[in-house]
């Protein structure tokens, strides 16, 4: 046997629990057609109708074993029997020992792949005989097989799904809505099998505590994996939406309202409606903290979307709804190497003209900003510098850019970048270092010859830079004036932001 299988013992049962009916019927063919294996048709349903008193149109035949069926009635939430699946599934995991679990699609699409899986997590040897079956009733069939079978005993075998499926009846919509939430969960652990391509293996988080965290969606907290915006929400229509970066240090948020100001700017630019408060937004972010126990070292990704469309289209007056609120909150050490530093290289893709759409709203339209960023991952580089339109400095694809040369700090003007909250927190620190600051224009070829460069964000704080397009920056390491800045930068987050509310209990 395959390494994995081991022989079962003499009287060993397998329960096959399926809803809704898809396939079952199949499934239980394909392990009829096995040499060591005895198949019983759903021996504990009579059992279920006697004790849920649920009725349908043949209950009183089955219970009294009289096979004789003469209407059908809608399916239910209770019939289909997910919620059933999902409490038998949780309470075997409890005693340890979870059921292995395949997908009526996957039995369809992949029927040998998938039945060699599951006979591996049975610990049995797969069969080949398993894949294939006689046409027609069956000597296995239960009492019911002349209301429920008759597609099935026309089949020799699993059948790909259908390039297109039928309509989907209206009248199911609500069951679907209900019944979806139950299926999601069995979904996600269904056995991969290598042969199956449509699901690519789930990826390695930077940090794996982030696998499980709450996130404030609309009005609502979800866990990460349902935590989602509608296909009619303007963000995703047209990237129609406002964002900041808030940081977390030791039980507070820093520069909190700069940000909130900034935020609602941006909203009022653009012409959003119904726009949340202050406060509700504040809540929103202490309850999402709270929920996760996120008091340090984390990060958060706050959006303001125009919200959902009545219809789909470039119109905000199909946004009848209000905006919607996302406070997306991760463990998060600052995303750079601040003290190693970091290279950079200049993209050809140009930094926004406030011709097109002003720097100074924090929008969702960061599609130059990702090309820019693409230039910098196929360099090798970190990040990448953005030109203006007249070939001066204006930022990177992410961070605003400073410079230092014979100890005068230079930075580019806000015209084309983003006038970042970090860049002004900075820029104040530098002033109160008793440091020359200068806001200009500034050639390329004056960052290639700088002294020192460093770069500031929320989300990377103040980042030496080491290297811009192959010339070494200074001597290549963190400089004397970007240390101290860096310190002054580190002493004004543990003394200032707005305290976390924390739930002291009772």
């Not at 504040?282 to 979307?305: P, Q, S, V, Y």
């Not at 020359?436 to 980042?463: C, P, Q, Y």
Request: glycine share 6%.
């Amino acid at each position: 046997m395959p390494d994995g299988e081991r022989e079962m013992q003499e009287g060993e049962v397998i329960h096959s629990w399926s809803a809704p009916r898809s396939l079952s019927t199949s499934l239980m063919y394909s392990f009829a057609q096995r040499d060591d294996i005895d198949v019983l048709d759903e021996p504990l349903y009579a059992n279920f109708l006697r004790i849920t008193g649920f009725e349908r149109p043949y209950r009183d035949e089955l219970l009294s074993k009289m096979p004789s069926f003469d209407k059908v009635s809608p399916p239910s939430f209770v019939e289909l029997g997910l919620g059933d699946l999902v409490s038998i599934y949780n309470e075997l995991y409890e005693l340890g020992n979870p059921p292995p679990v395949i997908d009526a699609e996957d039995l369809k699409n992949d029927p040998e792949g998938t039945l060699r899986g599951l006979c591996y997590d049975l610990g049995i040897p797969f069969q080949s005989s398993m894949l294939k079956w006689e046409a027609g009733p069956k000597p296995i069939d239960g009492i019911w097989a002349p209301w429920w079978y008759s597609s099935v005993h026309k089949s020799t075998g699993f059948k790909a799904s259908r390039a297109y499926p039928v309509p989907f009846p209206p009248a199911l919509y609500d069951l679907f809505e209900q019944s979806l939430p139950f299926y999601k969960m069995l979904r996600r652990h269904v056995r991969r099998t290598s042969s199956l391509q449509h699901s690519l293996p789930a990826p390695s988080l930077p940090v794996p505590a982030n696998e499980k965290i709450l996130v404030w969606v609309g009005d609502e907290i979800l866990p990460r994996e349902d935590a989602k915006v509608s296909v009619f929400d303007s963000v995703v229509q047209g990237g129609d939406a406002v964002w900041e970066g808030l940081r977390i240090y030791d039980g507070k948020v820093f520069k909190l309202n700069e940000h909130l100001d900034r935020l609602f700017d941006s909203a009022k630019a653009l012409a959003f409606i119904n726009v949340p408060s202050r406060e509700a937004i504040k809540d929103a972010i202490f309850t999402t903290l709270n929920l996760n126990g996120m008091l340090d070292n984390a990060h958060i990704r706050l959006t303001l979307t125009r919200g959902k469309k009545v219809t789909s289209g470039m119109s905000p007056g199909f946004n009848l709804y209000g905006c919607t609120l996302i406070v997306l909150a991760e463990w998060k050490p600052p995303v750079y190497d601040n003290s190693k530093g970091i290279t950079l290289v200049t993209a050809t893709t140009r930094r926004n003209s406030p011709n097109s759409i002003d720097s100074k709203i924090h929008h969702n339209n960061l599609i130059n900003n990702i090309l820019a960023k693409v230039e910098g991952n196929l360099a090798q580089a970190d990040d990448a510098i953005m030109l203006d339109k007249d070939g001066f400095v204006s930022e990177t694809n992410a961070t605003n850019i400073f410079m230092v040369k014979k100890g005068i700090v230079s930075t580019p003007h806000a015209d084309y970048c983003l006038p970042g909250i970090t860049r002004a927190t900075v820029i104040d620190l530098v002033i109160k270092e008793k440091f020359v600051l200068h806001e200009r224009r500034i050639s390329l070829s004056e960052f290639h010859s700088a002294d020192e460069v460093w770069t500031t964000g929320t989300m990377g704080e103040l980042t030496p830079v080491v290297m811009i397009d192959g010339r070494v920056v200074g001597n290549g390491e963190a400089g004397s004036v970007t240390r101290r800045i860096q310190n002054a930068y580190r002493t004004l987050t543990a003394e200032s932001g707005e305290p976390i509310p924390l739930n002291s209990g009772s």
